[in-house]
């Protein structure tokens, strides 16, 4: 089982820069996937990015959701099982709980799936 905790977040207006954080603990090899959620008070959790945590299957790889790719980079550093997102170039409608994953790509999906999840921190982006 894995277990991940978020940290960063906060108020920000528009145009500036925010730096979320996560660091994953626990059966790591059960994982090969950590990536970034978020929510909008009665909205579903929407993707944001995602980055492989293993050689195999893509070693590196990452993706991003088409409204923030050019603006927020995820990045990672395995020695401390910790994940970052650098949001840049904020909009008001960045504003939402954002939420850390882990998990895993099952035989020949294209995605992870996603079954350990932090508590979230809130991004408030004003204009």
């Known amino acids: 089982q894995v277990e991940v905790v978020e940290s960063g977040g906060g108020s920000v207006q528009a145009g500036g820069s925010l730096t979320l954080a996560c660091t994953a603990s626990g059966n790591m090899w059960s994982i090969d996937h950590m990536g970034w959620y978020r929510q909008i008070p009665g909205s579903q959790r929407e993707f944001v990015a995602e980055i492989s945590t293993k050689d195999i299957p893509r070693n590196g790889v990452r993706n991003y959701a088409d409204n923030v790719r050019g603006r927020f980079t995820i990045s990672r550093d395995l020695s401390v099982n910790t994940i970052w997102l650098q949001m840049d170039s904020l909009k008001p409608e960045d504003t939402a709980v954002y939420y850390c994953?882990?998990?895993?790509?099952?035989?020949?999906?294209?995605?992870?799936?996603?079954?350990?999840w932090g508590q979230g921190t809130r991004v408030t982006v004003s204009s």
């Open positions: 994953a882990a998990g895993r790509i099952y035989g020949l999906e294209h995605r992870p799936r996603y079954n350990a």
